[in-house]
């Protein structure tokens, strides 16, 4: 059992926890055997599962004594991210997931994310493309990383699910387009309603930064046109959280499509 707050394991996974240490090391640092799974299940390279948990799931028991290390509660509470301790830390290296690993069906929905700030609403719009049966999500330009501890906590493992890559506008746009999809943007001064629009077909349904929306981003040119969609709202509030808004717009894609069949 590992027992020392000074054992190099320790202070590496300790070290992780800043993002921008974790991603030059190419890591990945998972708490919750749900969330553990998942990325297990995803095909992630596994480098080491940390518990203090003697009932390890199923798919982990066949592992080997260099891959599941036990661990004592002190060391357990300082490797867990957050306020408390969940039973397990799992260390992966990071996917090298993109455009080109994105196999899309022909009336596909994909969910755009621009420049979201925040981890939390990262993962909560992984957690509804699940549900929902989105394609694929792209990080456009995104300031939140999909594998921060706090994206993958509050997605459930979705982000391990989801099809997704991160990318720049130009980009996406390209990617689209070569995808034949047709794009939508949710903007609170569009004319369009979003129970109007026609979203069957591949669609690409783009959200914008919490605070500023997607301002002067995604409009349309020759060569990409970008459909306005707005969420009516009744009340004196002009905007939705950036992953409730996603989720509407996915299921009403996903309301469109049962509907023809």
Same mark, same amino acid.
């Given at each position: 059992?590992?027992?020392?707050?000074?054992?190099?394991?320790?202070?590496?996974?300790?070290?992780?926890?800043?993002?921008?240490?974790?991603?030059?090391?190419?890591?990945?640092?998972?708490?919750?055997?749900?969330?553990?799974?998942?990325?297990?299940?995803?095909?992630?390279?596994?480098?080491?599962?940390?518990?203090?948990?003697?009932?390890? !799931?199923?798919? %982990?028991?066949?592992?080997?004594?260099?891959?599941?290390?036990?661990?004592?509660?002190?060391?357990?509470?300082?490797?867990?991210?957050?306020?408390?301790?969940?039973?397990?830390?799992?260390?992966?290296?990071?996917?090298?997931?993109?455009?080109?690993?994105?196999?899309?069906?022909?009336?596909?929905?994909?969910?755009?994310?621009?420049?979201?700030?925040? !981890?939390?609403?990262?993962?909560?719009?992984?957690?509804?493309?699940?549900?929902? #049966?989105?394609?694929?999500?792209?990080?456009?330009?995104?300031? +939140?990383?999909?594998?921060? !501890?706090? +994206?993958?906590?509050?997605?459930?493992?979705?982000?391990?699910?989801?099809?997704?890559?991160?990318?720049?506008?130009?980009?996406?746009?390209?990617?689209?387009?070569?995808?034949? %999809?047709?794009?939508?943007?949710?903007?609170?001064?569009?004319?369009?309603?979003?129970?109007?629009?026609?979203?069957?077909?591949?669609? +690409?349904?783009?959200? #914008?930064?919490?605070?500023?929306?997607?301002?002067?981003?995604?409009?349309?040119?020759?060569?990409?046109?970008?459909?306005?969609?707005?969420?009516?709202?009744?009340?004196?509030?002009?905007?939705?959280?950036?992953?409730?808004?996603?989720?509407?717009?996915?299921?009403?894609?996903?309301?469109?499509?049962?509907?023809?069949?």
């Amino acid at each position: 059992m590992l027992t020392s707050l000074n054992n190099p394991n320790v202070k590496r996974l300790v070290r992780y926890r800043d993002n921008r240490t974790r991603r030059k090391a190419k890591r990945v640092i998972v708490d919750g055997w749900r969330e553990t799974t998942q990325a297990f299940d995803a095909g992630l390279k596994l480098h080491g599962i940390y518990t203090n948990d003697n009932q390890l !799931p199923e798919c %982990f028991r066949n592992l080997g004594r260099e891959q599941v290390i036990m661990v004592n509660d002190a060391v357990m509470e300082k490797i867990a991210y957050g306020q408390s301790a969940r039973g397990v830390v799992a260390e992966f290296e990071s996917p090298k997931w993109g455009l080109e690993q994105l196999t899309l069906p022909d009336d596909g929905i994909v969910l755009v994310l621009d420049q979201f700030e925040k !981890p939390g609403n990262v993962g909560a719009a992984f957690r509804c493309a699940d549900a929902a #049966g989105v394609d694929a999500v792209l990080l456009c330009d995104s300031l +939140a990383d999909r594998f921060n !501890p706090n +994206a993958i906590r509050s997605s459930l493992g979705a982000v391990f699910q989801v099809p997704s890559a991160t990318v720049s506008e130009i980009e996406a746009r390209e990617f689209l387009k070569r995808q034949n %999809f047709k794009l939508f943007a949710a903007r609170v001064e569009s004319s369009c309603e979003l129970w109007s629009s026609n979203l069957r077909g591949p669609v +690409a349904l783009i959200i #914008g930064n919490e605070a500023k929306g997607l301002d002067a981003r995604w409009r349309s040119s020759g060569r990409s046109p970008v459909n306005g969609i707005r969420i009516p709202m009744h009340g004196a509030i002009d905007s939705l959280n950036a992953s409730v808004s996603a989720s509407l717009l996915i299921y009403e894609a996903r309301r469109q499509r049962a509907s023809v069949s």
